[in-house]
C-alpha cells in the first residue's frame, strides 16, 4: 500500500525560485557582471554553481576561480540585482492558488530564504505577498545571521511556530535548501520544473514539477 504523508503543521517556502521565478533574472545579472571581471560562466554553469547560496558564498566561489573581484563586490552586486528586480518579477505559477489553499486549511506557511529582506520586499511586495509574511513569518539568513545549508534557518522557523521539525515540509528549488532541510529533519518537497533534480533527491526531496501538484503531496485533498 502507498504510504501517505501526514498533513504538515508548517509549510516553509524558499523564495527565489519557488514564490518568485526571480532565479534566472538574477543570475542573467551575475552573469554579466562576473565576465568584466575575467570569469566567463553560462547560465547552467552559474545556476550549477551559486544557486541556494549566500552572495558572500559566490564572491569565494568565483575568486577561487579567477574572477577579480573588488572589496564592497557583494553591495555592488546586490545593487543591480535589486535594480533588476525592481524591472518586474512573476510569481512561480501555481503559487498564490497553492497559499490559499494552505490557509482554508487553517495551515501556517512561512518563507526562509539566504536571501535579505530587502530582496524579498522587491520580490514580494510587488506581488502582493509581503504583508502576507511581514515580519512574523519570514526567516532571512542575513537577519538570523544563518545560513542553508545550516538548518538553523528552518529551525528557527518551526520554534517561532512552535511546530516540531517533524511535523514541517519545506519546499525548495536548490540543493542547499534540499541539505539544510534534511539536517533539520524535514519532509523536503523539490521544485524543479526543469531537470531531473537528482542533486535535491539525492537528499530525499521528493521532487515535482509543477506548483500545482504541491496540495496533492500534503494531502490537502
Known amino acids: 500500500m502507498p504510504v501517505t504523508n501526514p498533513t504538515p503543521k508548517l509549510v516553509i517556502f524558499d523564495c527565489d525560485g519557488v514564490l518568485v521565478d526571480s532565479e534566472i533574472a538574477t543570475n542573467h545579472v551575475l552573469i554579466e557582471d562576473l565576465a568584466t571581471r575575467g570569469l566567463n560562466v553560462t547560465m547552467d554553469q552559474c545556476m550549477d554553481l551559486f544557486v541556494g547560496g549566500t552572495m558572500k558564498g559566490v564572491y569565494g566561489k ?3 576561480m579567477g574572477a577579480d573581484l573588488p572589496e564592497g563586490w ?3 552586486i546586490y545593487a543591480k540585482m535589486y535594480a ?5 518579477v512573476d510569481l512561480v505559477p501555481g503559487v498564490p492558488e497553492l497559499l490559499a489553499q494552505l490557509r482554508a486549511a487553517g495551515i ?4 526562509a530564504s539566504n536571501g535579505s529582506e530587502a530582496k524579498m520586499k522587491i520580490t514580494l511586495g510587488q506581488n502582493g505577498l509581503w504583508d502576507m509574511f ?3 513569518a519570514m526567516f532571512s539568513a542575513h537577519s538570523l545571521r544563518i545560513a542553508k545549508p545550516d538548518p538553523g534557518l528552518f529551525l528557527a522557523a518551526a520554534s517561532h511556530f512552535d511546530v516540531q521539525a517533524r511535523d514541517c515540509v519545506v519546499i525548495e528549488d536548490s540543493e542547499t535548501g ?3 532541510a534534511a539536517r533539520a529533519g524535514m519532509r523536503c518537497l523539490g521544485h524543479v520544473p526543469h531537470g531531473n533534480g537528482a542533486r535535491l ?7 515535482f514539477q509543477r506548483m500545482e501538484d504541491v496540495a496533492t503531496l500534503l494531502s490537502l485533498g
Do not use: T
Open 84 to 88: 533588476r528586480l525592481e524591472e518586474g
Open 108 to 111: 501556517p506557511f512561512c518563507v
Open 201 to 207: 533527491a539525492g537528499h530525499n526531496a521528493e521532487v
Open 178 to 180: 534540499a541539505l539544510a
Open 74 to 76: 557583494v553591495e555592488l
Open 134 to 136: 511581514h515580519p512574523h
Open 62 to 64: 568565483a575568486r577561487a
